[in-house]
């Protein structure tokens, strides 16, 4: 499966951004999805992930109220809802795909898109 991330970008703290994951190539509704992100000098970390049928969701503690992922297998996509942003959510997000579970933990993720820039400014 291919991924595509993209809805990137600078916004204010406090504003919104909303992201979106373009899959395609096998049957993509049969695929756990995850988003992470990695800020320099950071190691990539969990945000957020939802099952394939989109009926289970789980999220980082420090997005949790905040970020809300949701997912249209008609559109093969994959949407997190940034709300509320922080400067300390600025980071290159990611969005990866797997056929096992939701997982919190990236090695767990076989698929993974090109990442997309978020910038929050203070």
């Known amino acids: 499966v291919q991924l595509q991330a993209f809805g990137g970008g600078l916004v204010q703290a406090g504003g919104s951004l909303r992201l979106s994951c373009a899959a395609s190539?096998?049957?993509?509704?049969?695929?756990?999805m995850g988003w992470f992100r990695q800020a320099p000098g950071k190691g990539r970390e969990f945000v957020a992930a939802?099952?394939?049928?989109?009926?289970?969701?789980r999220y980082a503690d420090s997005v949790k109220g905040r970020f809300t992922i949701s997912r249209d297998n008609a559109k093969n996509t994959v949407y997190p809802q940034m709300n509320s942003l922080k400067p300390e959510d600025t980071a290159v997000y990611y969005c990866?795909?797997?056929?096992?579970?939701?997982?919190?933990?990236?090695?767990?993720?076989?698929?993974w898109g090109q990442g997309t820039q978020v910038t929050v400014s203070s």
């Open positions: 990866a795909a797997d056929l096992t579970r939701p997982a919190s933990i990236a090695t767990m993720y076989d698929y």
């Open positions: 190539g096998r049957t993509v509704s049969r695929y756990h």
């Open positions: 939802i099952n394939s049928i989109g009926d289970s969701t």
